[in-house]
């Protein structure tokens, strides 16, 4: 499997920014898709999750209300549209599919190589 990340770079707070992962090797509309970052010195957090038809989504309390997870079968293209982002959120986001939605990190998944929001004046 392959998952690209994209769309990462420097962030104005109160802005918006979209960042895109684009699948491959693996049958995408039949996996549960989801974002997660680390920032240094802390731990991987997911952010948002999408099963596979899109009619479940979840996020972390701290991005809920601001951030909007998507996806695209058709063009096998996950999206995380952050509004009004926050310094707190710069981090390294990776991309992570997963052939079930579910509340842990499966050891089978797949990971994207991360892409990097940094959110600042």
């Known amino acids: 499997a392959h998952l690209v990340e994209s769309g990462g770079g420097l962030a104005q707070p109160g802005g918006s920014r979209t960042l895109s992962c684009a699948g491959s090797r693996f049958p995408f509309s039949r996996y549960a898709l989801s974002w997660f970052r680390q920032a240094p010195g802390k731990e991987r957090e997911l952010v948002a999750r999408i099963s596979m038809d899109a009619a479940r989504t979840k996020y972390s309390d701290s991005v809920k209300g601001r951030f909007t997870i998507s996806r695209d079968n058709a063009n096998n293209t996950l999206y995380l549209q952050m509004n009004s982002p926050k310094p707190e959120d710069t981090a390294m986001y990776y991309c992570?599919?997963?052939?079930?939605?579910?509340?842990?990190?499966?050891?089978?998944?797949?990971w994207g190589q991360g892409t990097q929001v940094t959110v600042s004046t």
């Open positions: 992570y599919a997963d052939w079930a939605f579910r509340d842990w990190v499966a050891p089978d998944a797949y």
